[in-house]
C-alpha cells in the first residue's frame, strides 16, 4: 500500500485584502492510497475544486496555506510555502472543468497535442511525436481524424476527450478531475465516467474525483469524501457511504437525487450553504441539520472513526461500533 | 505556425467578404484601396516623366502649364510634371505607412500580451508607460527625434512607432486580459513554459486578427500624419526635389491663386486614400458593433 496524497491539517485561503485571508478549506485531513479513486462530493461553493487545485499545484499565487500536502513522500505545501517543481505537470495532472477553455481554439487537436509531446519528450522524431499523438487519441478512444480538426469541429464529449488525452501526455501517476462530467449531457457523462474509470485501472492511475453527481461517484469510485464548508463530514468506501449514510448531511443530499421509479417526493436541504469566511461557530452544519441540539451549537465535532468509515458529528460521540 | 497564419488570414478574410457582400460604400472603399495600392506598387515605373518626378529634372521654362495632353495634372513651379510627382510619392507613403503599422503592430501585440500575462509589477508599468506615450503627440515628437536624429525620412518613422505602438499594445493587452484566464494559457505558465512561448503560441494567433483589421482601418490616418508633418515643418524630407504628397501641397499654396491644378491634384490623392480608408474601417466596424450604426452621422 502507497500511499499517494497525504494531508495533514491542511488549511487553504485566498488573500482577499491586504492581510485578510478567507479560509476556504479547513483541517482536510485525507489520505488517498495508490491506484485507487478518490471521490470529493459537496455542493457547489464548499471547496472541492479549491482541494483539487491544491493537489495539482494550481494554486494562485494570491493563496494561503497552512499544515501540509505530501504527495508520494514529497512535501509540496508546507505551511505557506509550495515545493511544486517537478510534480506540477508531472506526476500530477489536472482535467480542466471547461474543455472548451482548455483547448487553442487556433491550433489543431493534433498541434496541440504534439507541442505537449515534444515539451516533454525533447528527444522525440517529428514521426515518433505523431504516432504517439494518434496514440493518445486511440487511448481516449477519438478517431484518427481528430488529428486535423480544430476543436471548434468537435462536439462538446469529444472536446473533453481531446483534453484528457492532452493531460496523459506526460504519463502522470495523478489525476485530478475537476468535474469532467458536468458539461455533458446524461449519455455522454456515462461513457466519460466510463472511460475515466477504465483509463485508472490501464495506466495504474490515481484518480481524484471531483464531481456534484452522486450516480457517477457511486459508478466510479472507490473511497468517498463529502466535503461540507470546506471540511471533510464524511469519508469511508463508497459503497457503504452510499448505502447506509451516517451524517445528516449525507442523508439529506443521498434524499435529494431523484431515483427511477420512486413516486416519492424529492426532498431538499433547507437553508443555503454558509459562504467562505462566515461559517458558523460549533458544527458548520447545525443551521440546517435536523437533528440539531446544543452542543452542536458551540463545539466543533472531530472526525469520528467508526471501522472503517470517518464522521464528523456529535450524533456518534460515544458510539463505538 | 502555417495552420496560425491561415485560421488568422481566413479569419480576417470572413469578416471582409461578409461586409463586402452588403454594403455597396464599402465595395467601393475596396477598390479604391486597390487602386491606391496598385498605383503606389507600379507608380515609379507607369510615371511619363520618372526624372522629374524624382525632381532630378527641373526646367523653369515650362513651370506651371495648365494641365494637357502632354502633362495631364500639369506642371508645378519648378516644371515638373505633377501627376509623376504624386505617383513617387504615393508610392514612398505607402511603403512607409506599411513600415509603421507593421512594426507598430508587432510591438503593440507583444507588449501588450505580455503586461496581459507578466507579473503585476510589469502590468502596473507597461499600463502606464502606454497611457504616457499615447499623450504625446506625435508631431512633436517627431520634430524632437529630426532634430536628435538629423532630419531624415526615419525620424518620423520612429516618432509615427512610438506613438502609434500604444493603441495597439493597449488593444491587445485588453484582449489578452481575457485570454489569460482561460486554461490553456494559465496551465503552460502554471507547468513553467516560458511566457514569450505562451504569447507566440497561444496569445498572439487569438488576438491578431481583430488587430489586423483595425491596422488597416489606421492606414489611412498613418497617411494624413505623415503627410501632416511633413507639410507643417518640412521634416524628415531633406530637400524641395524630394517627392511627398505633404511637401507638395506645403509648396504648392504659394502659387494656389496662379496654378490651382499644382494644389488640387496632391490634396485630392490625400484626401482619397483617407476616405477610401477610413470608409472601409466604418464599413467594418458598423457590420460587427451594431450599436455603432449610422455613427458617421455625428460627424455633421
Known amino acids: 500500500m502507497v500511499l499517494a496524497i497525504q494531508s495533514r491539517e491542511l488549511y487553504i485561503g485566498y488573500e482577499v485584502e491586504e492581510s485578510a485571508t478567507l479560509w476556504v478549506v479547513e483541517k482536510l485531513g485525507i489520505e488517498v492510497e495508490h491506484k485507487t479513486t478518490f471521490c470529493l462530493i459537496g455542493e457547489s461553493g464548499c471547496g472541492k475544486s479549491t482541494i483539487g487545485n491544491a493537489i495539482a499545484g494550481l494554486l494562485p499565487p494570491y493563496a494561503r496555506t497552512r499544515g501540509q500536502l505530501v504527495i508520494f513522500d514529497k512535501i509540496v505545501i508546507d505551511r505557506d510555502k509550495r515545493f511544486f517543481n517537478g510534480v506540477r505537470g508531472k506526476i500530477v495532472v489536472k482535467i480542466p472543468q471547461d474543455p472548451a477553455s482548455s483547448l487553442n481554439p487556433f491550433m489543431t487537436i493534433g498541434k496541440q497535442l504534439s507541442l505537449a509531446i515534444k515539451h516533454h519528450y525533447p528527444n522525440l522524431s517529428e514521426k515518433d511525436v505523431v504516432n504517439k499523438a494518434v496514440e493518445l487519441l486511440e487511448e481516449v478512444r477519438l478517431d484518427k481524424a481528430v488529428f486535423n480538426l480544430y476543436p471548434h469541429q468537435l462536439s462538446g464529449g469529444m472536446k473533453q476527450r481531446a483534453a484528457i488525452a492532452l493531460a496523459l501526455v506526460p504519463e502522470p501517476k495523478i489525476v485530478v478531475a475537476d468535474e469532467p462530467t458536468s458539461a455533458l449531457d446524461a449519455y455522454l457523462r456515462f461513457a466519460m465516467s466510463t472511460l475515466l474509470k477504465n483509463l485508472q485501472k490501464e495506466w495504474e492511475l490515481t484518480l481524484i474525483f471531483i464531481t456534484h453527481d452522486i450516480s457517477v461517484a457511486r459508478y466510479v469510485c472507490d473511497k468517498i469524501a463529502v466535503i461540507y464548508a470546506g471540511r471533510v463530514v464524511e469519508l469511508g468506501k463508497a459503497y457503504e457511504v452510499l448505502e447506509s449514510p451516517r451524517h445528516p448531511y449525507t442523508e439529506l443530499l443521498l434524499e435529494s437525487v431523484p431515483r427511477r421509479l420512486s413516486r416519492k417526493r424529492l426532498a431538499d436541504i433547507p437553508g443555503m450553504p454558509p459562504h467562505p469566511g462566515k461559517y458558523p461557530p460549533g458544527c458548520k452544519f447545525h443551521t440546517r441539520c435536523p437533528y440539531v441540539f446544543d452542543r452542536c451549537r458551540y463545539e466543533e465535532p472531530l472526525l469520528i472513526f467508526l471501522n472503517s468509515r470517518a464522521v464528523r458529528c456529535w450524533k456518534y460521540y460515544g458510539y463505538s461500533a | ?300
Open chain 2, 1 to 300: 505556425m502555417n495552420s496560425h497564419i491561415y485560421a488568422v488570414l481566413h479569419d480576417v478574410e470572413s469578416m471582409i467578404v461578409k461586409t463586402w457582400r452588403k454594403r455597396l460604400s464599402f465595395r467601393i472603399a475596396c477598390v479604391l484601396i486597390a487602386v491606391v495600392i496598385v498605383l503606389a506598387i507600379l507608380g515609379p515605373h507607369i510615371a511619363p516623366y520618372p526624372r522629374q518626378g524624382m525632381g532630378i529634372d527641373i526646367d523653369r521654362s515650362r513651370a506651371l502649364k495648365p494641365p494637357s495632353l502632354e502633362h495631364i495634372l500639369g506642371t508645378d513651379s519648378l516644371g515638373r510634371d505633377v501627376l509623376s510627382r504624386i505617383l513617387f510619392a504615393l508610392n514612398r507613403a505607402i511603403i512607409s505607412c506599411i513600415v509603421v503599422i507593421a512594426v507598430s503592430l508587432i510591438l503593440g501585440i507583444f507588449i501588450g500580451s505580455y503586461a496581459a500575462i507578466g507579473s503585476k509589477i510589469f502590468e502596473i508599468l507597461i499600463s502606464y508607460f502606454t497611457e504616457l506615450l499615447l499623450a504625446l503627440p506625435s508631431v512633436l515628437l517627431a520634430s524632437l527625434l529630426s532634430i536628435l536624429m538629423g532630419g531624415g525620412y526615419w525620424s518620423i518613422l520612429i516618432a509615427l512607432i512610438m506613438t502609434w505602438f500604444p493603441w495597439y499594445s493597449r488593444i491587445a493587452y485588453l484582449q489578452a486580459r481575457s485570454l489569460r484566464d482561460l486554461d490553456f494559457v494559465k496551465l503552460p505558465i502554471y507547468y513553467g513554459l516560458s511566457r514569450w512561448y505562451v504569447i507566440q503560441k497561444h496569445i498572439a494567433p487569438n488576438i491578431v486578427a481583430p488587430m489586423l483589421i483595425e491596422a488597416l482601418s489606421d492606414t489611412g490616418s498613418v497617411v494624413l500624419e505623415i503627410s501632416t508633418i511633413t507639410f507643417l515643418f518640412g521634416i524628415g524630407v531633406k530637400s524641395i526635389e524630394e517627392p511627398d504628397l505633404g511637401m507638395m501641397i506645403a509648396y504648392s499654396l504659394r502659387d494656389i491663386t496662379v496654378a490651382p491644378w499644382t494644389f488640387l491634384a496632391p490634396s485630392a490623392t490625400l484626401a482619397l486614400i483617407a476616405i477610401s480608408f477610413t470608409l472601409f474601417s466604418e464599413m467594418i466596424y458598423e457590420e460587427y458593433h451594431p450599436v455603432l450604426k449610422k455613427r458617421w452621422w455625428l460627424w455633421f
